[in-house]
């Protein structure tokens, strides 16, 4: 199963930028360029423990949704989201919070595997593991921008 790990260092609180990774409307700022909006489940705000919220977005010409759970919560430290419903096989993702002095080091690691047997495992080292971490790098991107400026009281 492919993993992306991507270390963000971000000169902001912890409790900061571990808010601005479960916000929703964070979310769909930093992916615009996919049309993503939340459609289902938990729409807007903080995403908590146990909640769901479903996607849809344009991916690869075409629209797509996937629905995920919140499956563990450790305020300021870890979360996990897990896909319920999607085009992948398997898709987990976790995201670590460290103090860092007065920053904070944020670690994403980002589990997934496509169908389809052998094909799906060539299209994961092929395309999809880049594709995958272009857009978690423009999520972080987002998150980082939000935190160490004043945009973040504007959610």
Do not use: C
């Amino acid at each position: 199963m492919p993993l992306i790990s991507l270390f963000t260092s971000i000169n902001a609180p912890v409790e900061r930028v571990f808010d601005l990774s479960r916000n929703l409307s964070l979310h769909a700022v930093s992916m615009q360029h996919t049309s993503e909006k939340a459609i289902a489940g938990k729409t807007t705000g903080l995403i908590q423990k146990g909640e769901t919220v479903t996607w849809q977005a344009t991916h690869l010409f075409k629209s797509r949704t996937l629905t995920v759970s919140i499956t563990q919560m450790e305020p300021y430290t870890f979360f996990r989201d897990e896909m319920l419903q999607g085009d992948f096989k398997v898709m987990k993702h976790e995201h670590r919070f460290e103090k860092r002095g007065d920053a904070t080091l944020m670690t994403d690691l980002f589990y997934f595997e496509s169908p389809y047997g052998w094909l799906g495992k060539m299209a994961d080292v092929l395309f999809l593991r880049y594709y995958m971490k272009r857009l978690l790098l423009q999520r972080n991107r987002m998150i980082k921008m939000y935190a160490e400026t004043d945009l973040w009281q504007s959610l």
